[in-house]
Nanobody
């Protein structure tokens, strides 16, 4: 199983980035997918999740209206479109796969996820 996250980088406050996470070695459509982030020196926190079929989504309050999670079950990829970035969004962003999720529901707890990607760094300059 491999979850390859990409798309991170350095962006100015107010800018945008799109993170991608390409999955291999799993039946992608059978997994709920999530994004988490870990700021330097802090705990990992939930950012967004999408259900198996892409219909159900949830976003953390801190990113609602600015970030959007989506998935492409043909390309086996989950995305996180981030806009209006703030310095407090700076973190290592991880994608994760949840094999116990149902078709329409999502999970927000890190312990619900079975597989994790390696992370991609997002830095936001003020």
């Amino acid at each position: 199983v491999q979850l390859q996250a990409s798309g991170g980088g350095l962006v100015q406050t107010g800018g945008s980035l799109r993170l991608s996470c390409a999955a291999s070695g799993i039946a992608f459509g059978n997994f709920g997918m999530g994004w988490f982030r870990q700021p330097s020196g802090k705990d990992r926190e939930f950012v967004a999740a999408v259900s198996r079929n892409g219909v159900g989504t949830r976003h953390a309050d801190s990113v609602k209206g600015r970030f959007t999670i989506s998935r492409d079950n043909v390309k086996n990829t989950v995305y996180l479109q981030m806009s209006s970035l703030k310095p407090e969004d700076a973190a290592v962003y991880y994608c994760a796969a949840d094999r116990r999720s149902s078709t329409y529901t999502v999970s927000t707890g890190p312990y619900d996820y079975d597989y994790w990607g390696q992370g991609t760094q997002v830095t936001v300059s003020s």
